[in-house]
């Protein structure tokens, strides 16, 4: 009963934010439980091709939660929420977290595609692993401009259940 109270209250939040739904996959028939909770997030630049324009680190307060192949992330200071609908995949291990955003948008002329591909595995109340970053700028269909940065990241549960 709880879990569901917390899920309605998720979802009438992330309704009023207007959140950006998200295609994804994870690595189980649903969302590992052991992500859901409270976690202090910290991001650094593995590898890039520009170092200007990305952050060389990063620390945030993360909150995952879900229900069925929904999962619903939230950066506690940044305010930014996002609901990610997951496709399930077989023969996998259950603590393991991996998806895929595209995102498009055009300016004028210009085609920017941005793609993420976070994969975390967890151990206890501490997850690691790499989130890959990718823009790619089009203009009249001809990439112009390719930017990669991959960061690892190191996520310790602050509050929830441990998984």
């Known amino acids: 009963m709880r ?12 309704n009023c934010a207007q959140a950006e ?5 994870i ?19 593995a590898e ?3 170092r200007e324009l990305f952050n060389p680190i990063s620390v945030d307060i993360w909150t995952l939660g879900g229900y069925g192949n929904t999962l619903i ?17 077989k023969n996998l291990d ?13 300016r004028g002329n210009m085609k920017i595609v941005q793609r993420e591909s976070p994969e975390f595995k967890l151990n206890g109340n501490i997850f690691t692993g790499y989130d890959t970053y990718i823009i790619e700028r089009y203009v009249n269909n001809q990439l112009i401009k390719k930017d990669v940065v991959k960061y690892k990241v190191v996520g ?6 441990v998984g």
Do not use: M
């Open 3 to 14: 879990k569901i109270f917390i899920a309605l209250i998720l979802l009438f939040t992330i």
């Open 21 to 25: 739904v998200l295609r994804g996959t």
């Open 27 to 45: 690595t189980k028939d649903e969302i590992p439980q052991g992500f859901f909770g409270t976690w202090h997030v910290t991001s650094k630049i």
């Open 48 to 50: 890039t091709n520009n």
């Open 73 to 89: 992330l939230e950066n506690v200071q940044s305010g930014a929420s996002s609901s990610i609908q997951v496709e399930s995949q």
């Open 94 to 106: 259950g603590k393991t977290l991996k998806f895929q955003r595209v995102k498009t948008d055009t």
């Open 156 to 161: 310790q549960k602050i509050s929830g259940e």
